[in-house]
Every structure is written in structure tokens, then in C-alpha cells.
């Protein structure tokens, strides 16, 4: 009964929104090809960079660029998947000046160690963006998620602490990521963020999230590589710190008897790399809903 409680509510929000977008006739859309936007939202003014592909009613790809902040790369990089699965790419650029690594890559959980309000987490602008882009278009619209590096970090704590109806969160290569474990703290586990009466609740909820641990097989250098002492007890190198999220996640569903979504995606040779994981046939398999 809580199940069909919960989507029929569902439901009525979605009819909600949809009602409240403009008619797509009237909607300022995003244009064919390459552009580019500086976007409001709520809390800020970000820029995005945008390709649509030749084909009818594209689903949205968020691509989330690394330590580089080089979005418009990332958004190039990202069109051979747009063209394949008729994806309206939006490819945001967070600024160093304003989104510093504990903003960016920690998601803004926790700073110098302190956990920070919820209003504060980053995650929630992808929320606003997601909006701004449905109402830009004039329609609903699903979407997935797709992230390199420090993008991958990003994602990782968005998928751990702010829920989302993406069909797919796509975590490659990051350096760190949040770790199914209420004793470690934020932004590497669970510790901290939530009372113990929920913490189960929330757990779970991770790790039903559509998640894919995307790793090219040869990123074992450590270029650029977090060596803070919660990032190295994660592992040596990106690729084993993602063989030990995804095995880390899989051992607690199956402990716990609760719904796993989780995907281990490899890409063999391929290093730290963005274009060539985006290049490469994984990479829709990584994103299949």
C-alpha cells in the first residue's frame, strides 16, 4: 500500500510540473548543435554547454567535467553517445572560484571536516538544472547522469545523499568515493549525516540508486591522485578504490537482503582518460537503463 501510495504521489507531482512548463511551442529550447547558455538558478548562475543531436525528443545527459573544470571538452567528448541514444547533452562548468574541491568533488557534505547543512549540498543544483532544462524544452524529461574524475566524485556523493529519478548515474574513474558505511565520516561514508533511526533507510536507498562504477582497467597511476588518509584506505589507485566501492556495496545488499542497482562497467586499456571512456562501447552500457 506505501508503494502505490508513493507512486501515485509520484505521479500527481510529475502531472504537477508538467502542467506548470511552458507549452513546447513557446518554449526557448535549446538549439541544434554546439551552444552555449549562462543559466539562473536558485542558488546560482552557472554556464553550460549544450549539443543537440539530429533526432526527436532526446533524453538529457548531464556530463560532469574533471579537476580541469574543461566542460566544453567533456560536452564534445560526450556527442558520439548523444548521437547513438538521442541525448540533449548539458555539460555545466563549475567554476574553481566558486565550487572549490570541497563544493565540487565532496559535493559541499562537509568542509575541513564539519558536516554542512543540506541546504548547502551541492547535489541540489543539478536538481534546479535538470528543472531549468524541462522548462527550457517545454517537456518532461528523463535523464541520466555521467561523470569523469573529480565528476565521478561528484557524483558519487550526489548518488549517496541526494535522490534523484535519474535512469543512470554513471561514476568513472574518481578518485574517492562515499563508501556504504555509517562509520566513516562524510564525505567518504555515511558518519555523521544521518540519526541512526534512518541511517538504514538511507543505505538502502543508495544502494537501489541506478548506479554504474565505469573504471578503465590500466588507471593504476596517480596523477592528480587523492592521498589523504580516507582516500588511500579506499586502495592504491582509482581503479582498485572502484573495484572496492562497488564490492563493498554488493557485500551489504546481500547481507542485508535488500535490492541491489549497482553495475561494475570495465573498460580494458584505457587509463585516466575521459575521451576515451566516453569513445568506448562501455560506455552505453554503462549508461543502459
Known amino acids: 500500500m506505501d508503494r502505490v501510495r508513493n507512486l501515485t504521489l509520484t505521479s500527481i507531482v510529475g502531472l504537477v510540473l508538467l502542467l506548470a512548463l511552458p507549452a513546447a511551442g ?32 532526446p533524453s538529457l545527459l548531464l556530463v560532469f567535467h574533471g579537476q580541469n573544470r574543461n566542460a566544453a571538452d567533456y560536452r564534445d567528448w ?18 574553481k572560484s566558486e565550487f572549490p574541491r570541497w563544493l565540487y568533488q565532496h559535493g559541499g557534505i562537509a568542509k575541513d571536516g564539519e558536516l554542512q547543512p543540506s541546504s548547502q549540498w551541492t547535489g541540489r543544483l543539478v536538481l534546479a538544472l535538470i528543472e531549468r532544462i524541462r522548462q527550457l524544452e517545454g517537456r518532461m524529461m528523463t ?7 573529480a565528476g565521478g566524485q561528484y557524483l558519487s556523493r550526489l548518488a549517496a545523499f541526494t535522490p534523484t ?3 543512470r548515474i554513471v561514476i568513472a ?25 534512518v541511517m538504514d533507510k538511507e543505505l538502502r536507498r543508495y544502494l537501489s540508486a541506478p548506479v554504474t562504477i ?13 592521498k589523504s588518509s580516507q582516500a588511500i584506505a579506499q586502495g592504491p589507485t582509482r581503479y582498485a578504490r572502484g573495484l572496492k566501492a562497488f564490492e563493498a556495496a554488493q557485500a551489504l545488499a546481500r547481507a542485508r537482503g535488500w535490492p541491489f542497482n549497482w553495475r561494475l562497467v570495465e573498460v580494458p586499456g584505457v587509463g585516466h582518460r575521459a575521451k576515451q571512456m566516453f569513445a568506448a562501447p562501455e560506455a552505453s552500457l554503462a549508461l543502459k537503463p
Open 26 to 57: 513557446n518554449a526557448q529550447r535549446v538549439p541544434d548543435g554546439n551552444g552555449t547558455q549562462r543559466l539562473s538558478l536558485k542558488h546560482a548562475r552557472i554556464t553550460v554547454f549544450t549539443y543537440r543531436p539530429d533526432c526527436h525528443a
Open 78 to 95: 560526450a556527442r558520439p553517445l548523444a548521437d547513438r541514444h538521442c541525448m540533449l547533452v548539458v555539460a555545466p562548468r563549475f567554476e
Open 143 to 149: 535523464y541520466s547522469l555521467i561523470g569523469h574524475s
Open 165 to 167: 529519478e535519474a535512469q
Open 173 to 197: 574513474n574518481p578518485g574517492t568515493h562515499v563508501l556504504p558505511d555509517p562509520r566513516l565520516d562524510a564525505p567518504y561514508g555515511f558518519g555523521g549525516v544521518y540519526p541512526i533511526n
Open 214 to 226: 565505469y573504471l578503465g582497467s590500466i588507471d593504476t597511476g596517480d596523477e592528480g591522485l587523492s
